[in-house]
């Protein structure tokens, strides 16, 4: 890969690692992990410490990262209106359904979910704020693509890596293209199994004041809940909820 600073990459492989363990890591654990020499992984940590996205405990010496990159990555959320206006729509919609709802911006040919409202229900989602999926296999993400340009539905498609993850998944764009007209006459997607089995999902577009794409909600659920009939009660309350957000952000389409 061209334009890759080593000692940048490095650095951003501690913090990714060092996010997965609460407690912290010791220097040798983390070292091995990331497979560098310690004296290396010592002087980016000193680097981290001083700039206050690493601490280490006094007491066991282990490494733990800051919330310093939670309170950037919270200042561009800030910057969203998207997020400020839907939240008080997305606990509505969570109280209707009873069923996980989510919010997502698109980044690339990814979607991230950037809010959540949980259900109460004893089953719930697997799902996290700051997640990442592919725009082809979820109802959120093929809401978007529906609403692009058929030269940048085929450019994103040719540059993911399409994976099967399961029997449900679509993998040719002949049939995503067949889905997305779909996807326009309906307003409305379903992500029918195609990310993880047992998991059906209804999704829709949220547009901006300048009619392009704020990003898409939906509500989720097992499929045990989310049947197909009521997928589709579903899916008038993802489009009217959507068109309501899309509204307090100035849309007048």
Not at 104 to 119: A, F, L, P, Q, T
Request: neutral net charge; proline residues 2%.
């Amino acid at each position: 890969m061209k334009d890759i600073v080593q000692s940048v990459d490095r650095t951003l492989s501690i913090l990714e690692v060092l996010s997965d363990y609460q407690d912290g890591l010791g220097i040798t654990d983390l070292s091995g992990k990331i497979n560098l020499h310690k004296s290396t992984v010592h002087r980016l940590l000193a680097t981290l410490i001083h700039k206050g996205y690493v601490i280490q405990d006094n007491v066991t010496n282990k490494y733990q990262i800051t919330f310093k990159l939670f309170e950037l990555g919270n200042k561009r959320l800030e910057n969203i209106d998207l997020f400020s206006v839907a939240k008080p729509f997305l606990k509505e919609l969570m109280s209707k359904t009873n069923e996980v709802v989510h919010l997502v911006i698109r980044e690339g040919n990814e979607i991230v979910y950037i809010d959540k409202v949980e259900s109460e229900n004893t089953i719930r989602m697997f799902s996290k704020i700051g997640r990442r999926s592919p725009l082809y296999c979820t109802a959120v993400g093929k809401a978007i693509l529906a609403q692009l340009p058929e030269e940048e539905i085929e450019r994103i498609w040719n540059n993911s890596v399409i994976e099967k993850f399961t029997d449900h998944t679509i993998i040719t764009i002949e049939e995503m293209k067949k889905e997305l007209q779909e996807i326009r006459k309906k307003e409305y997607a379903v992500d029918e199994q195609e990310n993880e089995l047992g998991v059906r999902c209804v999704g829709a577009v949220v547009f901006n004041h300048t009619g392009e794409v704020a990003g898409a909600i939906s509500i989720s659920g097992p499929t045990i809940r989310v049947t197909k009939e009521k997928a589709s009660e579903f899916s008038k309350l993802v489009i009217m909820y959507s068109k309501m957000i899309s509204k307090e952000l100035g849309y007048r389409g």
